[in-house]
């Protein structure tokens, strides 16, 4: 007799891989911790297979477990695609989605992946921008979800956590002891006029060492130690790190992760995407 695979127990699995934690994948599958863990347990017994390293510090997936990951993707790609179409009642159209260019990763890939694999038919357009110009765009109508990076979010947002932020410079770089201080932002960075108020509260003069609204040129100056930046702790890109020393520069405190949602579509699809986004950027 041919032998299944179970596959909710290979959606735990896969789930499990993706987001690199029991804890995690729990509450992305609505389920509790323990639940997850039979789940998973049961698979392996079914297998006579250990699909984790179990030794090691960091949740890690054994050869065997590597193989199956890609298959179970496949199956459960192949399920959900299936039933979408098949169901009267599956979601399709179009979600605006805005998220600031920040905090793009690493959490939103993945949920764009999973939001495919669930609702093959819905088109999900990512915009990736400044919260001050998502919000504009926000009030004209032109996202369905949005999250933003802000101190201060309206009545209407959701505020999912806070994260600080830190000064940020070139490897081994000393751009940070020069005075005056120059500065890398783009001209609608919300950070920036925060760094400016904290350094002329601190008595630091200060110089602006790029302009206009090209990240990369921002990113690649302060990579080039010719100047210093504000980054949100966890959304720090590659090239700088946070700056640390004995004469630190001032704090400049933390800024908040917000939720907004329109009321133009209500579905499962956009349900699905906000709980998702709740799990990925929730304290």
């Known amino acids: 007799m041919p032998r299944n695979l179970d596959l909710s127990a290979l ?6 891989a993706d987001v690199g934690g029991v804890t995690r994948a729990a509450g992305y599958l609505n389920l509790t911790q323990s639940a997850v ?8 017994e079914s297998l006579g ?30 399920n959900d695609e299936a039933l979408s179409l098949l169901s009267s009642t599956a979601c399709e159209g179009e979600i605006r989605l805005g998220v600031p260019h920040d905090v793009v990763y690493p959490a939103i890939p993945g949920i764009l992946r999973r939001m495919a694999q669930c609702y093959p038919r819905v088109r999900i357009n990512l915009v990736s921008s400044f919260t001050l110009l998502m919000k504009q765009e926000f009030g004209r109508g032109g996202f369905d979800v949005m999250l933003t990076t802000e101190e201060a979010p309206d009545p209407a947002a959701e505020v999912l956590s806070s994260r600080g932020l830190v000064w940020v410079g070139a490897h081994e770089g000393n751009a940070w002891q020069r005075r005056p201080l120059r500065l890398g ?10 760094a400016q108020t904290a350094l002329e509260e601190a008595g630091i003069p200060w110089e602006m060492a ?28 590659e090239g700088m790190v946070p700056i640390a ?9 933390e800024m908040k992760l917000a939720l907004y949602r329109a009321n133009r579509r209500s579905d499962e699809a956009v349900d699905l995407l906000v709980s998702e986004l709740r799990c990925a950027y929730g304290s």
């Open 11 to 16: 959606r735990s699995f896969v789930t499990v």
């Open 37 to 44: 863990s039979m789940q998973i347990k049961r698979l392996e």
């Open 49 to 78: 297979l250990s699909l984790f390293l179990r030794a090691a510090r960091k949740l890690a997936l054994s050869p065997e477990g590597e193989q199956l990951l890609s298959y179970g993707r496949r199956m459960l790609a192949l």
């Open 185 to 194: 932002f783009k001209d609608t960075c919300n950070f920036r006029s925060r």
């Open 210 to 237: 790029t302009g206009g609204e090209s990240e990369q040129a921002v990113e690649a100056t302060v990579a080039a130690d010719l100047a210093v930046s504000v980054r949100m702790l966890g959304s720090i890109p």
């Open 245 to 253: 020393g004995d004469n630190q520069l001032p704090s400049v405190g």
